[in-house]
């Protein structure tokens, strides 16, 4: 069963991404899951918001690993957009107060998408820029992966595989001292 699940995977993948191609899958990423495994952060005290500093809100076609176009598009704005929630939701629920009039601003952009298919799997890597009111910036990744797909369409998993990939990319940014040092200053 393993066997024919490793052949037909990629068989279907790349019909239905040959299918995309010619009428273009626009990804949106879905649910962005919890971040797990990240309890020892306390940012009680810290007041800050967080802002979409995508400036691009044009279609942009998602690269494969190749820099070949392969028919996916993405709004990186809406994107970066969905990275903000995730973000301050995530930083809420550690204590941070999110206001529009903090004295510390995020901003975050998404300047590179990706997708990929490494041997039996489908991926999303995003590269996120952060900078902070107080001239801090640093770059951060987050990647989305998942073997499993066969019964969502394309559209589906694409979504799915973006809010992955945003949700790895927090964890990214919530795992780094450099980053946690920058919002208690």
Known sequence: MRN?????????FTALVGLA????VAVKPGVVPGVKGINNVSLKGVSLI???GEKDALPFEIPNEKGQ???????????TGKLVE???GE???RGAQIR??????????????????????????????????????????????TTSGLLESTT?????????????????????????KQLNQ
């Open 50 to 52: 967080v802002v979409n």
């Open 100 to 145: 529009s009039k903090a004295p510390l601003q995020l901003t975050l952009a998404i300047p590179e998408i990706v997708f990929s298919m490494p041997g039996n799997s489908y991926q999303f890597t995003v590269k996120v820029a952060a900078s902070s009111s107080k001239g801090w910036s640093k770059n951060f990744e987050g990647t989305g992966q």
């Open 4 to 12: 024919i699940r490793t052949f037909l995977m990629p068989c279907i």
């Open 69 to 79: 176009k392969i028919g996916i598009t993405a709004n990186k704005q809406a994107w």
């Open 21 to 24: 191609v010619s009428c273009t």
């Open 91 to 93: 930083l809420a629920k």
């Open 156 to 180: 589906a998993l694409t979504d799915r595989l973006a809010g992955l990939a945003l949700s790895e990319a927090v964890k990214a940014m919530l795992s780094d001292a450099d980053f946690l």
């Open 86 to 88: 995730a973000l301050s």
